[in-house]
């Protein structure tokens, strides 16, 4: 079975532009999340879904961050606009309930770079 | 907010040297995993331990859980090139699968 897909694997974009990052969970998951990480600040939790269903969003940084679940095999996460700040490697990862208690399968996320 | 503090945040060896790497915090868990990160992809499930005074092996490396759960260790006997990477302990969050990281240890075990 495929892991987690994740798309693109390296972004390059300028300050002020939109960027969409792409993540397909391993089918028969049930729980998505979305990470930052980056030197500073390690690993954060920006949001996640159950059911396809945003259950906690208070790790998302300020309006300019959205994301979404149209159905279970995928979510985006939208930044608009951009800004050098945001510039970090970011990880979706997914679970299931009925699995090992919390463990997450991560895919091998998305480097940004805003210049 | 629950805080997973690790330490060393790094920790530079020689293979075939031992080494302990620890993650503390004031909270209590009901679960507590360790995960290993290479360079260029995400972060991968090693281990996860339940029960307080828990002590679980995976071939070299030995994991335990503090009696009262608000801690943890990683220790590798005789480490290997192999073992580099970043390791973070993670701790259950309240439900719904969430976990919150720890602040990880980065290791480099010199050939």
């Known amino acids: 079975d495929a892991g987690v897909i994740q798309s693109p694997r390296h972004e390059v974009t300028e300050m002020g532009q939109e960027v969409t990052l792409r993540c397909k969970p391993i089918?028969?998951?049930?729980?998505l999340f979305w990470y930052r990480q980056t030197m500073m600040r390690g690993l954060e939790l920006l949001i996640y879904?159950?059911?396809?269903?945003?259950?906690?969003d208070s790790g998302m940084p300020e309006d300019r961050f959205s994301a979404k679940m149209p159905n279970a095999s995928f979510s985006t996460l939208k930044i608009q606009p951009s800004e050098p700040r945001d510039s970090a490697v970011y990880f979706c990862?997914?679970?299931?309930?009925?699995?090992?208690?919390?463990?997450?399968?991560f895919g091998p996320g998305t480097r940004l770079t805003v210049t | 907010t629950q805080l997973l503090e690790q330490s060393p945040q790094f920790l530079s060896i020689q293979e075939g040297e031992n080494l302990t790497v620890y993650c503390n915090s004031s909270?209590?868990?009901?679960?507590l995993q360790w995960y290993r990160q290479e360079p260029g992809e995400g972060p991968v499930l090693l281990v996860t331990?339940?029960?307080?005074?828990e002590v679980k092996k995976l071939k070299r490396l030995t994991f335990q859980f503090g009696d009262a759960r608000k801690d943890s260790s990683l220790h590798i006997t005789a480490a290997q090139p192999g073992d580099t990477g970043l390791y973070l302990c993670?701790?259950?969050?309240?439900?719904?699968?969430?976990?919150?990281f720890g602040t990880g240890t980065k290791l480099q075990v010199i050939p």
């Open positions: 990862a997914s679970s299931i309930l009925e699995g090992t208690p919390y463990e997450q399968y």
């Open positions: 089918s028969g998951h049930d729980y």
């Open positions: 879904f159950n059911n396809n269903v945003p259950i906690d």
């Open positions: 909270s209590v868990f009901s679960s």
């Open positions: 331990v339940v029960t307080g005074g």
């Open positions: 993670a701790g259950d969050s309240g439900g719904y699968q969430k976990v919150t």
